[in-house]
């Protein structure tokens, strides 16, 4: 029996324009990504072989595939692996997320346009006593924050819920480093 399910066309960027006026369009792609259809995959069109994303779209649940279109030009597409939704993604400094106590603090952000998340959940997790946790629930994953968290020592774990529509994190308050 065939599959009657339509295939979703892959979500066309290309970044050739902003690459050649000098411009970063990491921003641009991760909003892209953000906007993808559960099971979608984007065409990225480049004016190098994008090496260093494809680590970052890995992290994401996404394989690659990268072939030079001529010119020096490169297209890539990102499929999302299979399985891939629901993955949760951990902070190095994690220690036994399953071990965290329930939340004591809930933030539905669903309905904000960023930066405001991430301001909410640094204050949020800031105001934590260490060992604290926090929920939140975000529209797409913040991935300017992760590095935020650890640097003020928070440890954090999230995911996408099984629709792919809902970024969920844990964020366990911890202690600022010594720097």
């Known amino acids: 029996m065939s599959d009657i399910r339509e295939e979703i066309a892959p979500k066309e960027v290309d ?20 906007g993808l259809a559960p099971g979608q995959s984007l065409k990225l069109l480049a004016t ?8 970052v779209m890995a992290s994401r649940g996404f394989d690659h595939e990268a072939r030079e279109i001529g010119g020096g030009d490169w ?12 993955r949760v993604e951990v902070s190095a400094a994690a220690e036994n997320p399953e ?3 329930d939340p004591s603090e809930h933030l539905d952000l669903t309905d904000l346009d960023p930066p405001e998340p991430m301001v909410r959940i640094l204050s949020a997790a800031d105001a934590l006593a260490p060992g604290q946790v926090l929920f939140a629930l975000l529209t797409r994953e913040p991935i300017f924050l992760f590095p935020e968290l650890e640097k003020r020592g ?11 529509t809902a970024y969920r994190i ?10």
């Open 154 to 164: 928070h440890q954090w774990v999230g995911n996408f819920d099984s629709t792919g």
């Open 48 to 55: 190098f072989r994008p090496q260093p994303l494809f680590r």
């Open 99 to 101: 071990a965290w106590p």
């Open 75 to 86: 297209e890539v597409l990102f499929t999302p692996q299979a399985g891939a939704a629901g």
């Open 170 to 179: 844990l964020v366990r308050a911890g202690r600022p480093r010594e720097i």
């Open 15 to 34: 970044v050739r324009p902003i690459l050649r006026s000098g411009g970063e369009p990491f921003q641009l792609i991760m909003e892209a990504v953000n």
